[in-house]
T-cell receptor, first 114, second 113 residues
Framework: IAGITQAPTSQILAAGRRMTLRCTQD?????MYWYRQDLGLGLRLIHY???????GKGEVPDGYSVSRANTDDFPLTLASAVPSQTSVYFC?????????????FGSGTQLSVL | AQSVTQLGSHVSVSEGALVLLRCNYS??????LFWYVQYPNQGLQLLLK??????LVKGINGFEAEFKKSETSFHLTKPSAHMSDAAEYFC???????????FGAGTRLTVKP
Protein backbone atom coordinates (compact mmCIF):
# COMPACT_ATOMS: atom_id res chain seq x y z
CA ILE A 1 0.00 0.00 0.00
CA ALA A 2 1.62 3.25 -1.12
CA GLY A 3 -0.54 5.64 0.93
CA ILE A 4 0.23 9.17 -0.23
CA THR A 5 2.67 9.82 -3.05
CA GLN A 6 4.09 13.28 -3.63
CA ALA A 7 6.11 14.37 -6.64
CA PRO A 8 8.64 15.72 -7.18
CA THR A 9 10.69 14.99 -4.06
CA SER A 10 12.57 18.23 -4.52
CA GLN A 11 12.67 21.05 -7.02
CA ILE A 12 14.62 24.22 -7.66
CA LEU A 13 12.55 26.80 -9.45
CA ALA A 14 13.22 30.23 -10.88
CA ALA A 15 11.05 33.02 -9.57
CA GLY A 16 8.11 33.76 -11.81
CA ARG A 17 7.80 30.21 -13.11
CA ARG A 18 4.70 28.10 -12.76
CA MET A 19 4.93 24.88 -10.77
CA THR A 20 2.51 22.10 -9.90
CA LEU A 21 3.16 19.81 -6.98
CA ARG A 22 1.46 16.47 -7.34
CA CYS A 23 -0.26 14.43 -4.66
CA THR A 24 -1.95 11.08 -5.13
CA GLN A 25 -3.50 8.83 -2.52
CA ASP A 26 -4.68 5.25 -2.90
CA UNK A 27 -6.67 5.00 0.34
CA UNK A 28 -9.92 6.41 -1.10
CA UNK A 29 -9.92 9.12 1.56
CA UNK A 30 -12.48 11.86 1.10
CA UNK A 31 -10.49 14.72 2.59
CA MET A 32 -7.13 16.02 1.42
CA TYR A 33 -4.89 18.86 2.55
CA TRP A 34 -1.81 20.83 1.56
CA TYR A 35 0.53 22.21 4.22
CA ARG A 36 3.76 24.13 4.08
CA GLN A 37 6.41 23.62 6.75
CA ASP A 38 8.77 26.44 7.63
CA LEU A 39 11.40 26.55 10.36
CA GLY A 40 10.03 28.15 13.50
CA LEU A 41 6.47 28.21 12.16
CA GLY A 42 5.50 24.56 12.07
CA LEU A 43 2.95 23.41 9.52
CA ARG A 44 0.40 25.81 8.08
CA LEU A 45 -2.61 24.77 6.05
CA ILE A 46 -2.68 26.16 2.50
CA HIS A 47 -5.80 24.59 1.00
CA TYR A 48 -8.04 21.67 1.75
CA UNK A 49 -10.67 19.57 0.02
CA UNK A 50 -13.39 17.83 2.02
CA UNK A 51 -14.49 15.72 -0.93
CA UNK A 52 -13.93 15.43 -4.67
CA UNK A 53 -15.18 18.54 -6.48
CA UNK A 54 -14.83 20.89 -3.50
CA UNK A 55 -11.92 22.94 -2.17
CA GLY A 56 -11.41 25.49 0.59
CA LYS A 57 -8.84 28.01 1.73
CA GLY A 58 -6.65 27.36 4.71
CA GLU A 59 -4.50 29.65 6.79
CA VAL A 60 -2.06 30.73 4.04
CA PRO A 61 -3.74 30.34 0.62
CA ASP A 62 -2.36 33.38 -1.24
CA GLY A 63 -0.26 32.51 -4.27
CA TYR A 64 -1.54 28.93 -4.42
CA SER A 65 -4.41 27.16 -6.13
CA VAL A 66 -5.74 23.61 -5.97
CA SER A 67 -8.19 21.40 -7.77
CA ARG A 68 -9.89 18.13 -6.85
CA ALA A 69 -11.18 16.53 -10.02
CA ASN A 70 -11.32 13.07 -8.45
CA THR A 71 -10.87 11.35 -5.09
CA ASP A 72 -7.25 10.32 -5.55
CA ASP A 73 -5.49 13.46 -6.83
CA PHE A 74 -5.02 16.88 -5.25
CA PRO A 75 -2.45 18.98 -7.14
CA LEU A 76 -1.12 22.27 -5.75
CA THR A 77 -0.19 24.96 -8.26
CA LEU A 78 2.03 28.01 -7.82
CA ALA A 79 1.06 30.24 -10.72
CA SER A 80 4.08 32.53 -10.45
CA ALA A 81 6.54 31.37 -7.81
CA VAL A 82 8.21 33.82 -5.44
CA PRO A 83 11.17 33.23 -3.08
CA SER A 84 8.89 33.35 -0.01
CA GLN A 85 7.31 30.15 -1.28
CA THR A 86 10.54 28.29 -0.62
CA SER A 87 9.40 25.63 1.82
CA VAL A 88 8.71 21.97 2.39
CA TYR A 89 5.23 21.07 1.20
CA PHE A 90 3.26 18.19 2.66
CA CYS A 91 0.12 16.63 1.31
CA UNK A 92 -2.16 14.80 3.74
CA UNK A 93 -5.44 12.94 3.67
CA UNK A 94 -8.08 11.62 6.04
CA UNK A 95 -11.19 9.51 5.69
CA UNK A 96 -13.34 12.44 6.79
CA UNK A 97 -12.77 15.86 8.31
CA UNK A 98 -13.72 15.07 11.90
CA UNK A 99 -11.05 15.26 14.59
CA UNK A 100 -11.26 11.49 15.10
CA UNK A 101 -10.15 11.02 11.52
CA UNK A 102 -6.39 10.57 11.54
CA UNK A 103 -4.29 12.57 9.11
CA UNK A 104 -1.96 10.58 6.87
CA PHE A 105 0.99 12.54 5.48
CA GLY A 106 3.13 12.16 2.40
CA SER A 107 6.92 12.44 2.55
CA GLY A 108 7.00 16.01 1.34
CA THR A 109 8.34 18.11 -1.51
CA GLN A 110 11.29 20.41 -0.88
CA LEU A 111 10.82 23.49 -3.07
CA SER A 112 13.40 26.21 -3.50
CA VAL A 113 12.45 29.36 -5.41
CA LEU A 114 15.42 31.44 -6.50
CA ALA B 1 -8.23 31.83 16.55
CA GLN B 2 -6.83 28.78 18.24
CA SER B 3 -3.07 28.40 18.61
CA VAL B 4 -0.39 26.38 20.34
CA THR B 5 2.95 27.38 21.79
CA GLN B 6 5.70 24.84 22.17
CA LEU B 7 8.26 25.87 24.76
CA GLY B 8 11.74 25.03 23.61
CA SER B 9 12.64 24.53 19.98
CA HIS B 10 15.27 21.98 20.97
CA VAL B 11 15.35 19.52 23.87
CA SER B 12 18.26 17.20 24.57
CA VAL B 13 18.09 14.25 26.97
CA SER B 14 20.25 11.26 27.77
CA GLU B 15 19.11 7.78 26.82
CA GLY B 16 16.97 6.43 29.65
CA ALA B 17 16.07 9.87 30.98
CA LEU B 18 12.61 11.39 31.22
CA VAL B 19 11.32 13.15 28.12
CA LEU B 20 9.15 16.24 28.68
CA LEU B 21 8.01 18.34 25.73
CA ARG B 22 5.84 21.31 26.60
CA CYS B 23 2.76 22.57 24.80
CA ASN B 24 0.34 25.29 25.80
CA TYR B 25 -2.77 26.07 23.82
CA SER B 26 -5.23 28.87 23.28
CA UNK B 27 -8.80 28.15 22.24
CA UNK B 28 -12.19 29.81 22.57
CA UNK B 29 -13.98 26.46 22.85
CA UNK B 30 -13.05 23.11 24.40
CA UNK B 31 -10.16 22.04 22.21
CA UNK B 32 -9.04 18.86 20.56
CA LEU B 33 -5.30 18.39 21.03
CA PHE B 34 -2.74 16.30 19.22
CA TRP B 35 0.91 15.36 19.23
CA TYR B 36 2.60 14.39 15.97
CA VAL B 37 6.13 13.08 15.39
CA GLN B 38 8.25 13.66 12.30
CA TYR B 39 11.29 11.51 11.60
CA PRO B 40 13.92 12.82 9.15
CA ASN B 41 12.74 13.06 5.56
CA GLN B 42 9.29 11.76 6.44
CA GLY B 43 5.81 13.14 6.87
CA LEU B 44 4.15 13.56 10.27
CA GLN B 45 2.68 10.63 12.17
CA LEU B 46 0.06 10.85 14.90
CA LEU B 47 1.40 10.00 18.37
CA LEU B 48 -1.74 10.63 20.39
CA LYS B 49 -4.81 12.81 20.62
CA UNK B 50 -7.16 14.27 23.22
CA UNK B 51 -10.79 14.52 22.17
CA UNK B 52 -12.55 15.25 25.49
CA UNK B 53 -12.49 11.74 26.94
CA UNK B 54 -9.83 10.80 29.53
CA UNK B 55 -7.47 13.66 30.36
CA LEU B 56 -4.44 11.35 30.41
CA VAL B 57 -3.91 10.08 26.91
CA LYS B 58 -1.60 7.22 26.03
CA GLY B 59 -0.06 7.04 22.59
CA ILE B 60 2.33 4.95 20.60
CA ASN B 61 5.96 4.22 21.51
CA GLY B 62 5.39 4.74 25.25
CA PHE B 63 4.44 8.41 25.01
CA GLU B 64 1.59 9.98 26.95
CA ALA B 65 0.15 13.45 27.45
CA GLU B 66 -2.10 15.00 30.04
CA PHE B 67 -4.74 17.61 29.27
CA LYS B 68 -4.79 20.26 32.01
CA LYS B 69 -7.53 22.78 31.43
CA SER B 70 -6.51 25.00 34.35
CA GLU B 71 -3.02 25.35 32.89
CA THR B 72 -4.11 25.26 29.22
CA SER B 73 -1.39 22.68 28.72
CA PHE B 74 -0.92 19.36 26.94
CA HIS B 75 2.65 18.33 27.71
CA LEU B 76 4.11 15.17 26.18
CA THR B 77 6.11 12.78 28.35
CA LYS B 78 7.92 9.48 28.15
CA PRO B 79 9.53 7.93 31.25
CA SER B 80 12.64 6.64 29.52
CA ALA B 81 14.07 8.02 26.29
CA HIS B 82 15.33 5.74 23.56
CA MET B 83 17.70 6.63 20.76
CA SER B 84 14.90 5.97 18.28
CA ASP B 85 12.84 8.77 19.85
CA ALA B 86 15.08 11.41 18.26
CA ALA B 87 12.77 13.36 15.96
CA GLU B 88 10.77 16.57 15.64
CA TYR B 89 7.58 16.73 17.69
CA PHE B 90 4.61 18.94 16.89
CA CYS B 91 1.70 19.86 19.12
CA UNK B 92 -1.55 20.78 17.36
CA UNK B 93 -4.96 22.13 18.33
CA UNK B 94 -8.31 21.99 16.61
CA UNK B 95 -11.63 23.50 17.59
CA UNK B 96 -13.98 21.76 15.19
CA UNK B 97 -12.33 19.57 12.57
CA UNK B 98 -9.15 18.83 10.64
CA UNK B 99 -9.64 21.92 8.49
CA UNK B 100 -8.94 24.29 11.38
CA UNK B 101 -6.05 22.39 12.93
CA UNK B 102 -3.16 24.63 13.95
CA PHE B 103 0.34 23.30 14.56
CA GLY B 104 3.03 24.56 16.88
CA ALA B 105 6.51 25.44 15.66
CA GLY B 106 7.89 22.07 16.73
CA THR B 107 10.45 20.78 19.23
CA ARG B 108 13.46 18.84 18.06
CA LEU B 109 14.33 16.04 20.49
CA THR B 110 17.91 14.82 20.62
CA VAL B 111 18.77 11.69 22.60
CA LYS B 112 22.36 11.32 23.76
CA PRO B 113 23.89 7.88 24.34
Amino acid sequence: IAGITQAPTSQILAAGRRMTLRCTQDMRHNAMYWYRQDLGLGLRLIHYSNTAGTTGKGEVPDGYSVSRANTDDFPLTLASAVPSQTSVYFCASSVGTGVNEKLFFGSGTQLSVL
Amino acid sequence: AQSVTQLGSHVSVSEGALVLLRCNYSSSVPPYLFWYVQYPNQGLQLLLKYTSAATLVKGINGFEAEFKKSETSFHLTKPSAHMSDAAEYFCAVSEYNNNDMRFGAGTRLTVKP
